[in-house]
């Protein structure tokens, strides 16, 4: 249910740059719409100091610094000969976890040219939809109202109670000169219940969203100070032994034993060999899935020998669906906070795993001893890594302890990263 609640918003997000201008005449007038005595006047964003036509990538790279310091996870950018630019945000899985956290969802996006006939072509879209939304019992406000930036702009917003789909959508268009500005904001809000499951979603509140994206365009024009971020800042913990640690490249292509094959010296450093290899099923993704067992089991175990396994597995998504990476990743996290819940020995605290884009890894004891780390990189691709072993003492076999494995971990990463 929640996997296909998201695909729903996610489509329609990344469809808000292309169907605003299927508008045949205009229907709309911006003398005609409504002033929120809320909303202040804000500086025009000024793209070329965003980079708007310095190259490929230029002004999402630029944008990018700013909207991770709100909390967000940069998945996508595109851009067209300087006449179009389009960044893409998504909530990262691991500030989802908390029940009442804030799921957000950006599109920034900036035009050059023909600004007058795009921007009334949006409005009018705008005016349509929240005609139609005003008679339907499944949205419970829509609106559309002036939006002080830049020469004109309008900002729409539309709350969702459709089952499944609980959504808010707000987005804000400004032009100011030859430019047109769109910052485009969707999303819920995430309840998780006790056992650590997705319940039903909540609409984002409109104070939320019209704070939002204010506080984004003030971030864009840097002037003035934004205010605190609506995403939750993941609760993780530091330790040593994770410090300076690269992401290593992992194949797309190939074959599975290939693949794994780029692994095998990493993993024989915790004294395993090769298992098993296999291809990740994933929709719109690419990837393999790899296990390693000990080399050698010997019969007599003297105090002090330890054994190990480890599973890694990852898929690269195409840019249509990036935002997946980091729901699997989410959902991954909650339903091993679930199973550890039930563990009688507690769980470590959740450690932040500084590889790639966003990162964590948790010790835990069913059985063996576990570590379980996962972590994003490049907002596309999701890596799930799994080593678990144990010891013997004088009291027999025992799991091996968190700084044991810890270690562990950060000498397969540095293995594989060469």
């Not at 500005?181 to 499951?197: C, F, P, Q, T, Y």
Request: glycine share 10%.
């Amino acid at each position: 249910m929640i996997a296909a609640a998201i695909v729903v918003v996610l489509v329609a997000g990344i469809a808000g740059g292309v169907w605003w201008f299927r508008s045949d005449s205009s229907v709309a007038s911006q003398n005609d719409l409504p002033r929120n005595r809320n909303l202040k006047e804000l500086a025009f964003p000024d793209p070329d100091k965003l980079g708007f036509g310095d190259g490929p990538g230029k002004m999402c790279t630029n944008v990018n610094k700013l909207m991770r310091d709100r909390g967000y996870q940069p998945v996508s950018a595109k851009d067209s000969d300087g006449t179009s630019a389009s960044c893409w945000y998504i909530t990262t899985g691991l500030s989802l976890l908390e029940d009442g956290s804030n799921n957000l969802n950006a599109d920034i996006s900036v035009w050059r040219g023909d600004v007058e006939s795009r921007y009334q072509s949006m409005l009018d879209k705008a005016i349509r939809e929240r005609d139609r939304q005003q008679q339907d019992s499944e949205y419970r406000a829509s609106k559309v109202e002036q939006f002080p930036v830049g020469d004109v702009g309008f900002i729409s917003h539309q709350e969702s109670l459709s089952p499944d789909t609980e959504r808010t959508d707000t987005t804000a268009v400004f032009r100011s000169g030859d430019d047109l500005v769109m910052v485009a904001l969707w999303g819920n809000i995430r309840h998780v219940s006790e056992a650590g499951e997705y319940g039903e979603n909540e609409p984002l509140t409109e104070e939320i969203t019209y704070r939002e994206i204010t506080d984004v365009v003030t971030a864009l024009s840097g002037a003035g100070e934004p205010g605190k971020p609506q995403i939750t800042e993941p609760k993780l913990a530091e330790n040593a032994a994770l410090a300076g640690l690269t992401a290593p490249e992992l194949p797309v292509v190939g074959t599975p034993k290939e693949a794994c094959g780029t692994l095998t010296a990493a993993a024989g450093r915790l004294g395993t060999k090769p298992k098993g290899t296999n291809r990740t099923a994933a929709p719109g993704a690419s990837g393999f899935a790899c296990t390693f067992e000990p080399v050698d089991e010997p019969e007599d175990r003297p105090d002090g020998y330890s054994e190990r396994e480890i599973g890694i597995r990852w898929a690269t998504y195409e840019s249509e669906e990036a935002f997946r990476a980091s729901e699997t990743m989410g959902r991954d996290l909650l339903g091993l906070r679930n199973g550890t819940a039930k563990d009688k020995a507690k769980p470590s605290p959740l450690y932040e795993l500084r590889v790639g884009d966003v990162g964590y890894a948790l010790h835990h004891v069913p059985g063996h001893g576990t570590v379980t780390a996962a972590y994003l990189l490049d907002g596309r691709t999701y890596v799930h890594i799994e080593i678990s072993g144990y010891r013997t003492g004088a009291s027999g076999v025992e799991p091996l302890p968190e700084d044991v494995l810890l270690k562990d971990l950060a000498t397969f990463l540095r293995g594989a990263a060469g």
